[in-house]
């Protein structure tokens, strides 16, 4: 197997949200609670919304970079990268990613504020990329 690396584009949403679908979304224990109740195949169309706004709003400060084997053309992983020198995409300018039906708001909100709380406390104001 031959792995190269390259930045993701909206032609490769597909292959990023069939990872995040079948790999990533059992993996984490409040994501399961924030989508049990949500229908797979609208949980599938929600994620590829959110990849792809990531993927093509000038103000996402986002890189996505993906990980294809040559051999098959597949994409086999990818990283996102946020750029905490840029100021938050308050996403103003784009229509709002309707969320599922079932989606369970509270925990994923919950894990977001101890998540900024801990790096906040851990870099100060140390950006993360330079």
Not at 14 to 38: C, D, K, N, Q
Not at 82 to 95: F, I, Q, T, W
Request: aromatic share 6%; no cysteine; proline share 10%.
């Amino acid at each position: 197997m031959r792995l190269t690396m390259s930045p993701a584009t909206a032609e490769d949403v597909p292959g990023l949200a069939a990872i995040l679908f079948e790999e990533y979304m059992e993996m984490h224990e409040w994501t399961r609670v924030r989508f049990s109740a949500v229908d797979p195949e609208d949980r599938h169309r929600y994620l590829a919304a959110g990849l792809r706004e990531d993927l093509t709003s000038p103000k996402a400060p986002l890189v996505i970079q993906k990980m294809v084997d040559e051999d098959s053309g597949e994409i086999v992983a990818f990283l996102q990268l946020n750029e905490r020198n840029v100021p938050p995409n308050p996403r103003g300018d784009v229509e709002p990613i309707v969320k599922p039906k079932g989606y369970n708001v509270p925990p994923m909100l919950d894990h977001y504020d101890k998540m900024v709380t801990a790096q906040k406390a851990a870099m100060k104001d140390i950006p993360f990329l330079r």
